[in-house]
């Protein structure tokens, strides 16, 4: 173990201090002292002080020198009485486990989020790094509640050169996308109202929806046209439903897009009933052929559709930084964002304003999206060598995720439990729908970087998987 030249001098004041010989408030040596009677440097005598204080044995006081610290306070007696256990949802923290636990890079397909790898920490980090430079303490403030005006102006532009008219005025920006997604339901519903989303749909929208005290209806998602309409027209018809909480492009977890006839009917549906359109954008960036696919928002005239994203999934899940486009609801989004938290991050705000102006954002998108792609093609030959015959594994279009359906025959439960037991992480199907629908498929998210040994880890898997037939 590396060891330190003052710890000639503080493991001889720790020892007093131990046994006594050194008390509360009790001076100690002076630096030059110390120095002289060691042969240190200042800096090491320095040094050993400092760890002495982070210890918490030794205070400083200015010009007076160093005193043992006062310890009086460690002297009370502790308060006696047994806190309650905490009490934790168990459906909730099973989920919570389910997409977000971690094992190995070479086995865990769960969270559906860029890996430590995949992410552009060094352009973030440099980039962060000039942004405290050049703001200072003003990042100390509190930022407008809707958001810095040039990251909304930014922002609106990008949206513009993708078909839709935003004015930043309407925009907001928010604590990533959950956050985005409550401030758009509150706006447009009360508790006890109805909603549907796409189905199916991951746990984390499920989970805003029940806290807000909303009833949901779920709403297949469909594998050619993306989007069941003919179900929610009829949804619509029976059931007084406030809103569609929908991921058009590369919807998480299947990977579907929906066609632009399919946006368009989605759309001419929502206007007939008068039901809000919450498109989820997350995905859009991430697309593997030509261009950006076009978004429902882009087909609204008559201002139906709220539009929300983050770049929690394309730059990094750690920068809080969504935001969302209101609209006709801006009055309600606005007072919804302030009981929310007074400001994003001013630090992320910057940040993700200098990422964009300085087209970083889009030079990151180029390389990943092409990874992504890579993985995901990687990941499809093999899931579809080595699983059971009669298993479908959806091919994205963008995105991060597969969609895997096993044969109506296959043994699920013995599938999970050997999953479970050699570590290997899916995000079972169950996870997506408050029913239990979706028993036979999991997801497979190729987020992470993909090494020749998580390809065996799938072959094998793929291969046991055989024998639970
Ligand atoms: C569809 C969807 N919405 C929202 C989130 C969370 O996004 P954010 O970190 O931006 O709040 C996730 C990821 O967990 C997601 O998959």
Same mark, same amino acid.
């Given at each position: 173990m590396k060891t330190y030249k003052y710890e000639a001098f503080t493991a001889v004041i720790e020892e007093q201090i131990r046994n006594r010989i050194l008390q509360s408030g009790d001076k100690l040596p002076s630096i030059r002292e110390i120095k002289a009677k060691y042969s240190l440097s200042t800096s090491s005598v320095q040094n050993g002080f400092e760890y002495l204080i982070i210890k918490g044995l030794v205070e400083s006081s200015p010009r007076s020198g160093y005193f043992v610290a006062d310890k009086r306070e460690e002297n009370i007696p502790e308060f006696r009485t047994k806190l309650p256990p905490v009490v934790r949802d168990e459906v909730f923290m099973k989920n919570m486990l389910?997409?977000?636990?971690?094992?190995?890079?070479?086995?865990?397909?769960?969270?559906?989020?860029?890996?430590?790898?995949?992410?552009?920490?060094?352009l973030i980090l440099r980039t962060m790094q000039e942004v405290i430079r050049e703001k200072g303490a003003s990042l100390l403030r509190y930022y407008p509640s809707n958001g810095l005006e040039a990251l909304r102006k930014q922002i609106a532009k990008q949206m513009g050169i993708y078909g839709c008219r935003f004015n930043p005025d309407e925009l907001i920006i928010t604590d990533g996308a959950l956050q985005a997604l409550t401030i758009a339901l509150t706006s447009v519903t009360r508790a006890g109202d109805v909603v549907a989303?796409?189905?199916?749909?991951?746990?984390?929208?499920?989970?805003?929806?029940?806290?807000?005290?909303?009833?949901?209806?779920?709403?297949?998602?469909?594998?050619?046209? $993306?989007?069941?309409?003919?179900?929610?027209?009829?949804?619509? $018809?029976e059931n007084n439903v406030r809103a569609l909480i929908v991921t058009p492009n590369f919807h998480n977890p299947t990977g579907i897009m929906m066609s632009d006839d399919t946006k368009k009917e989605l759309l001419k549906i929502a206007e007939d009933h008068q039901i809000c359109i919450i498109e989820n954008d997350m995905y859009s960036d991430l697309y593997f052929e030509e261009k950006r696919p076009s978004s429902i928002k882009s087909f609204d005239e008559k201002g139906w559709v709220i539009m929300y994203s983050s770049?929690?999934?394309?730059?990094?899940? $750690?920068?809080?930084? $969504?935001?969302?486009?209101?609209?006709?609801?801006?009055?309600r989004a606005e007072r919804a964002k302030f009981a929310l938290g007074r400001s994003v991050s001013p630090l992320y705000q910057e940040?993700?304003?200098?990422?964009?102006?300085?087209?970083?954002?889009?030079?990151?998108?180029?390389s990943f999206r092409k990874k992504l792609n890579q993985q995901a093609i990687q990941l499809l030959e093999v899931l579809r060598k080595s699983f059971p015959e009669g298993s479908y594994f959806h091919r994205p279009q963008g995105g991060y995720s597969i969609w895997a359906q096993m044969p109506e025959?296959?043994?699920?439960?013995?599938?999970?439990?050997?999953?479970?037991?050699?570590?290997?992480?899916?995000?079972?199907?169950?996870?997506?729908?408050?029913?239990?629908?979706?028993?036979?498929?999991?997801?497979?998210?190729?987020?992470e970087r993909i090494t020749p040994e998580s390809l065996q880890v799938l072959d094998k898997t793929g291969t046991k998987a055989c024998e639970f037939m």
């Open positions: 389910l997409t977000s636990k971690r094992i190995s890079e070479s086995s865990s397909f769960n969270t559906a989020v860029p890996g430590d790898l995949l992410i552009p920490q060094k989303v796409d189905s199916p749909c991951v746990f984390s929208i499920l989970e805003v929806i029940a806290n807000l005290g909303l009833k949901v209806i779920e709403v297949p998602v469909h594998y050619r046209s $993306g989007f069941d309409t003919d179900y929610f027209r009829k949804v619509c $018809g770049f929690s999934k394309t730059l990094a899940p $750690g920068i809080r930084l $969504g935001w969302l486009c209101a609209g006709q609801f801006y009055a940040l993700i304003l200098k990422l964009l102006q300085e087209n970083s954002y889009e030079r990151h998108l180029r025959n296959m043994d699920m439960k013995r599938f999970h439990q050997y999953c479970e037991k050699h570590n290997i992480l899916f995000t079972p199907g169950n996870t997506f729908s408050l029913t239990d629908k979706y028993d036979h498929h999991f997801r497979v998210v190729f987020a």
